[in-house]
Every structure is written in C-alpha cells, then in structure tokens.
C-alpha cells in the first residue's frame, strides 16, 4: 500500500541540504584561522576525523541513508582536507600515547571491515571518534586559544540537521548524526568553557 510522502520525508532534503551547508560554513574559519596560525590543528585527532569520516559516510550509503549521507559526505572530504593543513600547521601526533590512542582507533576501523554490518561500523566510528577528542582534550585544555569554537558549535547544528534529514526510524542511520551533534556541542562548550576561566592567552 502506497503511504505517501509525509512531512518528515519533505523535509529531509532540505535538513540534508543544510545540513552539509553548514559543514563548508563551519570548516571554513577552521581552514582560516589554521592557515593563519591561530588555530593549531593536533594531527592525530584529525587524522582519525578524516579516516572516521570516510567510514560513516560509506556505512550510511551501505545502510540506504539518502539525503543523511549529504552531511557525512561533505565532512569526509573537508575533514580531510583539515588533515592536510595540520601536517603543515599543526601539532602533536607523534607521541609514544598519540600512536597508541591512533592504533586503537584504528581498530574501529579494522572492526568495521570485518563485521560488514552498518550498525557495527557505526558504534566502531562512534568508539574511535571519542579517542580523537580524547586527544584533543588536553591541547583545549592547556590552550583553548588553539581551536575555532564557532567550528564545532555549527558542526554541532549540521548533526542536528543531519539527524532530521533521516526520515526513518533507524538507529544505524540516527545514530551517528545524533553523536556528531552532541559531541561537537561538548566540544564547543569546553572550549568556551576554557577560555571564561583564564586559561591561556591567544597568541
């Protein structure tokens, strides 16, 4: 029986449009602020962004995500190209503990070439994502100066759209936009956070 297109299936092209609008919009001052010195990318962490993005994204498509896709697609090449500019500008990544963390989260991929189940290869990009904002952490912590607050707080809303843009109840499809919104959210208010509380000085 033919059901029709209701309200959430109208409005996920456009929460999936918007959604990966607002992933250029908040890579661009990132890119900016990098290029200027401001910003120093930790190149661990953005090399498990880059590698996780790709993943989520090829999960999702696997999974029959549509218009959700658009968000993830968009990070996997602009998360990427963030990696690139830390080689050059960024810092840390190469410690005896940044290999390891880097190692680990490399599981989550490996984990995800063996299941072949999307949901699988979501709560493995999920896992891994949580060890690269690990070690980003204490970079916010000791130089909140040394990230783009505005990149993470509209990551945190092109999650939100892309949660909407699903149009279905499914969790392997909900839940990764749904933590991508949350953790950038925490993100952002760590970093603001930090910065309120006098941690260091801008340089």
């Not at 290869?121 to 952490?137: E, N, S």
Request: hydrophobic residues 50%; charged residues 10%; aromatic residues 6%.
């Amino acid at each position: 029986m033919h059901r029709g297109a209701g309200p959430v299936s109208y409005a996920a092209p456009v929460l999936g449009v918007l959604g990966g609008l607002v992933g250029v919009a908040d890579t661009i001052p990132y890119v900016r602020d990098t290029v200027r010195g401001s910003t120093r990318p930790h190149r661990g962490t953005w090399l498990i962004w880059g590698l996780l993005a790709i993943v989520a994204c090829v999960a999702q498509v696997a999974d029959g995500g549509s218009w959700s896709v658009v968000m993830t697609g968009t990070q996997a090449i602009l998360t990427g190209a963030v990696f690139l500019l830390a080689i050059r500008y960024g810092e840390g990544g190469m410690s005896a503990a940044d290999l390891a963390l880097i190692a680990l989260a490399g599981g989550g991929v490996i984990g995800w070439i063996l299941a072949r189940e999307p949901i699988v290869a979501v709560g493995c990009v999920i896992a891994a994502d949580l060890i690269a904002f690990a070690m980003m952490v204490p970079k916010v912590r000791r130089d909140p100066h040394s990230e783009t607050v505005s990149t993470y707080a509209l990551a945190s809303v092109g999650g939100a759209l892309a949660t909407g843009a699903v149009g279905m109840v499914d969790l392997s499809l909900i839940l990764y936009p749904a933590y991508y919104c949350v953790a950038n959210g925490a993100a952002a208010m760590l970093i603001h956070q930090r910065r309120t509380t006098g941690a260091a000085d801008p340089q």
